[in-house]
């Protein structure tokens, strides 16, 4: 007999029970739920809602449970709906009565909000430990490749020179806003539902601070019936996750094109790639596509979520079970790219030459050319039409701005002399730009420290829990 089926007196058609359990995925849950259970007995003991006996017999009942699960000796039922279910009747099964006190003062709505936040609430650390692995990575790869100058591009045409380094610690930034986004969410979500009962709290003396503590939360929430109703956190996290893989893709985005034979900025490692079943001569960037795929899955799950929410009366209701399926699949998508995904990047190989080769042409030493012209008194806007003009030449005549003779210089401008060459040297051009933020190798130095004293920091912050 369910647990619910006190005024119903019909059994439950099979169609329906099936439709409406949810221990096939809300079982990957157990541990929060018997951690939740744990708590609210500890509580109800305390405050005198149960005898101490009962509570130490619950508690002990529900460890045996948790430990049994662990050795996978449990086998769960589809009759009993969910998680929430299945843990009590097996433990009412184990310890008779004293089983069946265990929900005084507490509903299902608040068990699921407290068991769905703690497990999100687990899972956002061990994201931030792959992030903070991720970051090492590209500062190592750019420590490398402080002198490695490439192009940088604007709608993927050739723009201003750059360097690798600067290019890694691009991405190291993106990361750094994606940890701080989810230890943003990890402080919001950091609040106990338990104890909001169904949506109004209970009669019982029970005391919410306490489980909250026992649970390891700052605090239980403000208001019941929004505890019960709340997905936000959820929703949250969702959000900072596809932030997150956006950046993976357009990270991938760029390995695809740089290992093309049309760039060939990097070579993947082997283990890192795939061949083709026809194509003798191919080396597929699976991973990077793969991320790049994975992303819209993610984007699903954030799309899924606020649809459910969007037109839901306060308090619980039926539709919210469909909040835990798409955060599973995107926590256990990330979990799986974050990874694969550093690795890759740690063990390909960066091609220095073709970097340097591809950044000599494309005419993206043009601005310095102008600034040049600027630094002799000419306007910029000036400066600007004349090297235009020079850049057109130059097409027309197959040189590049390097090749340019100081007399081809000198037909457009007097101010042009000897020092235009060095002026149009890539490494000046890259380590020019010393403004805080730019490619200069003294400020990519500055950019990597900043980031290693984050990720320092951070990890910590994440060990001291």
Not at 272 to 295: C, F, H, W
Not at 419 to 430: H, K
């Amino acid at each position: 007999m369910k647990l619910w089926a006190g005024r119903f007196q019909k059994e439950t058609d099979t169609l329906v029970n099936d439709f409406n359990s949810s221990i096939s995925f809300d079982v990957r849950m157990y541990r929060q739920d018997i951690q939740g259970s744990i708590a609210h007995a500890t509580m109800l003991g305390e405050q005198g809602v149960i005898t101490r006996e009962e509570s130490l017999d619950i508690i002990q009942g529900l460890q045996a449970i948790l430990q049994d699960i662990e050795d996978d000796k449990v086998e769960f039922s589809l009759e009993n709906e969910d998680i929430h279910m299945n843990v009590e009747a097996m433990l009412t099964e184990r310890i008779g009565p004293d089983g069946k006190r265990l929900h005084t003062g507490r509903s299902r709505n608040d068990q699921v909000a407290v068991d769905f936040r703690l497990y999100v609430k687990q899972e956002i650390p061990k994201i931030l430990g792959m992030l903070l692995d991720f970051e090492r990575v590209l500062i190592d790869k750019a420590k490398e490749n402080t002198k490695t100058v490439m192009p940088g591009y604007t709608h993927l045409q050739r723009a201003q020179p750059t360097t690798f380094a600067h290019y890694m610690m691009a991405y190291a930034n993106m990361l750094r806003r994606d940890i701080t986004r989810l230890e943003d969410c990890l402080e919001r979500m950091d609040e106990s539902p338990l104890g909001s009962g169904a949506l109004a709290t209970s009669s019982y003396p029970i005391d919410r601070w306490r489980t909250a503590q026992l649970l390891g939360f700052k605090k239980p929430t403000e208001n019941s019936m929004d505890s019960v109703s709340d997905r936000d956190f959820a929703l949250e996290f969702l959000s900072a996750c596809s932030i997150l893989m956006m950046h993976l893709s357009r990270f991938s985005e760029e390995i695809i094109l740089w290992c093309s034979w049309e760039f060939k900025f990097v070579e993947m490692d082997d283990a890192y790639s795939t061949g083709s079943s026809i194509m003798p001569q191919k080396k597929n960037p699976d991973v990077a596509e793969l991320v790049r795929g994975k992303t819209g899955r993610v984007y699903g799950s954030l799309i899924t979520l606020l649809t459910v929410m969007k037109g839901l009366p306060l308090a619980y209701n039926k539709d919210m079970q469909e909040d835990k399926e798409p955060v599973f699949d995107a926590i256990d998508t990330v979990e799986l790219c974050i990874p694969v995904f550093a690795a890759m990047i740690k063990t390909m190989t960066v091609l220095p030459k073709n970097m340097a080769k591809a950044a000599s042409g494309g005419f993206i030493n043009a601005t310095d050319c102008a600034d040049y012209l600027t630094r002799k008194g000419m306007p910029f806007r000036e400066a600007y039409m004349i090297v235009g003009r020079l850049v057109n030449n130059c097409i027309k005549s197959g040189d590049t701005l390097d090749t340019l003779t100081l007399r081809d210089f000198q037909a457009v401008s007097s101010l042009f002399q000897n020092d235009i060459y060095d002026a149009l040297a890539l490494q000046t051009c890259v380590n020019g730009r010393k403004v805080y933020g730019g490619p200069a190798e003294e400020e990519v130095l500055r950019q990597i420290g900043y980031i290693e004293n984050f990720v320092q920091e951070h990890d910590a912050m994440l060990q001291e829990g």
